[in-house]
């Protein structure tokens, strides 16, 4: 088992800047699939930005060009800077990683969400 555990959300205003930290309790050094999901109030999670493997990133339409997703492997840490917030940007939002090179889904993980709120 996996544990997750984000952290740095919190109240910015539009236009602002948030830094999310994911903490994993594995070593994430071969992990290739690890991202970040959002869910607004009352609607569904949709992807915010992933690896793709080879280092490579997917990011959101609604967020390319201001969120950067990284990683520091020798850390177990998983980030996602985000920058130009607007108030859309408001959800809870996720980390994700799964473990497998199969992508099995007992090996899928997600933190328990972390809350950020941009106000107008």
């Known amino acids: 088992q996996v544990q997750l555990v984000e952290s740095g959300g919190g109240l910015v205003q539009a236009g602002g800047s948030l830094r999310l930290s994911c903490a994993a309790s594995?070593?994430?050094?071969?992990?290739?699939?690890m991202g970040w999901y959002r869910q607004p109030p009352g609607k569904q999670r949709e992807l915010v930005a992933a690896?793709?493997?080879?280092?490579?990133?997917n990011y959101g339409n609604s967020v390319k060009g201001r969120f950067t997703i990284s990683r520091d492997n020798a850390k177990n840490m998983v980030y996602l800077e985000m920058n130009s917030l607007k108030p859309e940007d408001t959800a809870v939002y996720y980390c994700n990683i799964n473990t497998s090179p199969f992508l099995s889904k007992d090996s899928d993980y997600w933190g328990q969400g972390t809350q950020v709120t941009v106000s107008s």
């Open positions: 690896f793709t493997g080879s280092g490579r990133q």
């Open positions: 594995t070593n994430i050094n071969r992990i290739s699939a």
